[in-house]
C-alpha cells in the first residue's frame, strides 16, 4: 500500500523527506560509486519483481518484497527502494510524489533491517537459509505495515481508524511475502548462491583493500 | 458546549443515501477504466506496466516553460497544497489544477489513469473515516434506523473528502510537471537544481532497464503458461512463483555486469552527455512568481477565513 498525496499533515511530509534523504545519502555512501549503474538496474528487476500479482482468494496482491530487497542488497537497497518508489510515483501514480520520504521510510527501513537480519542469521544450508529469508520475508512486511499505520496515525485520532484497517489488510499479505521470499531465497541458495554473500556491491571501504 | 448532533433517519434510507453514493462512484471507476482501455491501446493488447512518460514535442506554455522553474513551482505549490485544510480550499486547488491541465493540454487518458492509480487508497478513506472518526461536540452523526454502531460522522466524510481533493489536485498536477518535457530534461533540471548528478543517471537507467525486464518476465510467464502454468490460491503456485523471481533476479543480475561492461566500453566515465541547455528567462520566473502567489494566497485563505 503506498501512501498517496494529500493525506499526510505537511510536517509528516517534509520530515519523511528529511529522514530519508539523510538514510539515502548515507546507503549511497555504502555503495561504491562505481556500483551505482548496476544498482539502477537491479532497482529495475525488483520494481518488475513488484509488478507480479500472486492470487488471492477471489483478488490478487502484489508483491512488496522489502526483506528479499534487503537480503540481496544490504545497506544499498534504501538507495534502491528509493529510487524504485520515485519511478513507481512518477510512472504510476503509486505514492503520491509529496508522501515520497514517507513512503521511502516505510519500505526501506524494513529492508534495512531484515537485510541485516538475513545476513546475520542465514546459517549454511539451504534451508536455513530459506527459513530466514521467509522469517525476513514476514518481518519486512509486518514492519512496514506498523511504519504506515504510524505514518497515518500521525494524522490525529481521525486518522485511527484507517490505520488500524490499514494494518489488518496486510495481514494475508505477510504469510504469501513470507512464502515467497522463502522459496526465492532457496531459489537463489540453489542457483546462484554467490548472490546471497554479503554484500553482492562492493561496500565503499572495500574498493581501496 | 455543543453536544454532538443527532439525525435520526429511517432504516430504508440507508441504501438511497449510503449504497447509492458508492454504486455511483464504483460505476464511475468502471467506465473511466473501460474509457483508458478504450483509449490506450487500440486493437492491441494494452501495455498497462509501463506507460511512456514524455510523449512528442507540445507548444503549451509549460512545454515552453524552463524546467527549473517548472519543477520548483510545482513541488513547492505541491507542498502548499498538503497544507491545506479545508474542504472549500481543497477543492479551489483542484480547480486550479484544472485549469493547468487544459493549458498543458495533457492526455486525458494518462490523467484517467492516475487518477485511477489512487483511487483505492483515496476510497478506503471514504469508506472508514466516517465510520471511525471520533465524535467531538458539534458534530453531526447520521444514524440509520436506530442501528447505533453504523453512526456515519459527517465530520469523518468531510474529512475524507478534503484528503481526496486533495490528492487529486496533487495527482492532477503530475502529467502538466512530467510529460511537458522529455524526462531527461526533466532530469537534468533536477541535477542543475542541485541535486546529486548520480540520482538522475540511476533514474534514467533504472527507466531503461524496467523496460528490458518487463519483458523479460512477460516472455518468462508467457513460457510459464505453455507449460500449463494457472495461478491458483496455494503453495504450489506460490513456489512457482518465487522460482520465476529468483530467475528473473538471477538473469537481471547476470545482465547488469554486461550492462556496465559496455558502458565502460563506450567511454563511461560517470556522466552521461546533457541535453540541451535552456536559460532562465524572465517570463520563466514571472510565471512561476503567479503560480506560488496563488498558491500562498490560497494556503492563506486556508488558514484565515472560515
Known sequence: MHISDGVLPLSVTIGGYAASAALAAWSAHRTHHEEMPKLAVMTAAFFVASLIHVPFGPTSVHLIIPGLTGALLGSSAFLSISLGLLLQSLLFQFGGLTALGANALMMGLPALLCGWIFQKFKGRTIVHQAVTGGVAGALGTALAAVILAVLLAAGGEDFFGVAKIALVAHVPVFIIEALVSAFTIGFLARVKPELLQPPYLRPQKAAHA | MPEPGFISLPLWQLPVLVLLPVAVLVALGIGMRRFVRRRSAPGEERDWSVPPLADGAGTSPLHRWDVRCKLVTILVYSFMVVSLGRLTSALAAVAVSLLVLVIARASLAKV????????????????????????????????????????????????????????????????????????????????????????????????????????????????????????????????????FLGMLFVRSFERTERVFDAMRARGYRGRFPEPETTSMAAKDLVLAAVWLVAGAALVACDRICG
Open chain 2, 112 to 243: 484517467l489513469m492516475r487518477l485511477l492509480a489512487i483511487s483505492g487508497f483515496v476510497g478506503m478513506f471514504f469508506v472508514v473515516m466516517p465510520l471511525t472518526a471520533p465524535v467531538h461536540s458539534g458534530d453531526t452523526v447520521v444514524i440509520f434506523g436506530g442501528l447505533e454502531w453504523l453512526g456515519f460522522n459527517l465530520r469523518g466524510l468531510q474529512l475524507a473528502a478534503t484528503i481526496g481533493a486533495k490528492a487529486v489536485a496533487i495527482t492532477l498536477l503530475m502529467e502538466p510537471l512530467l510529460s511537458t518535457a522529455p524526462l531527461p530534461v526533466t532530469l537534468h533540471g533536477l541535477s542543475r537544481l542541485g541535486a546529486p548528478e548520480i540520482i538522475g543517471q540511476m533514474v534514467l537507467l533504472s527507466y531503461r532497464y524496467l523496460h528490458v525486464f518487463r519483458h523479460e518476465a512477460l516472455r518468462m510467464s508467457s513460457g510459464m503458461q505453455v507449460r500449463g502454468f494457472r495461478k491458483r490460491t496455494d503453495l504450489q503456485t506460490l513456489r512457482a512463483v518465487a522460482n
